[in-house]
């Protein structure tokens, strides 16, 4: 059923966005702070849970949305102000680089334990 793939995304959505809220509020932001990323592993890990069995048509759902939620993403991401938030510091940029040369540090210790029996 389609509408289990809608239901899950409108749910790590709101999940995630609130979670980016609060956020924000404890590090004394007004801004959600990493609120699509959250919703995004939200939707990774709960369409991925183990001992989980859908049904054919449910499957195809959460997999078609799972699918159209990095474009979702990524429109969310391009309404952020990312000039306002480089001209505020070098924080910023600073915090920006370090958690790419951290993904980038983690892509083969992820891909070596992916691939363990």
């Known amino acids: 059923m389609p509408i289990l793939g809608v239901a899950l995304l409108a749910a790590c959505t709101l999940v995630g ?14 801004a959600n702070v990493g609120g699509v990323g959250i919703a995004m ?4 890990l709960l369409s ?12 195809a759902g959460v997999s078609f949305w799972s699918l159209m939620y990095i474009p979702i993403i990524v429109a969310m991401a391009a309404k952020q ?17 370090l958690a790419v040369l951290a993904a980038f540090a983690l892509v083969p210790v992820l891909s070596r334990w992916s691939r363990r029996p």
């Open 81 to 97: 102000n990312v000039l306002a938030a480089v001209s505020g510091g070098v924080m910023a940029a600073v915090a920006g680089t």
């Open 48 to 59: 991925n849970l183990p001992g989980r069995r859908l049904g054919p048509d449910s499957a």
């Open 17 to 30: 966005l609130f979670a980016g809220d609060l956020l924000g509020a404890a590090l004394g932001l007004e």
């Open 41 to 44: 592993l939200l939707l990774i």
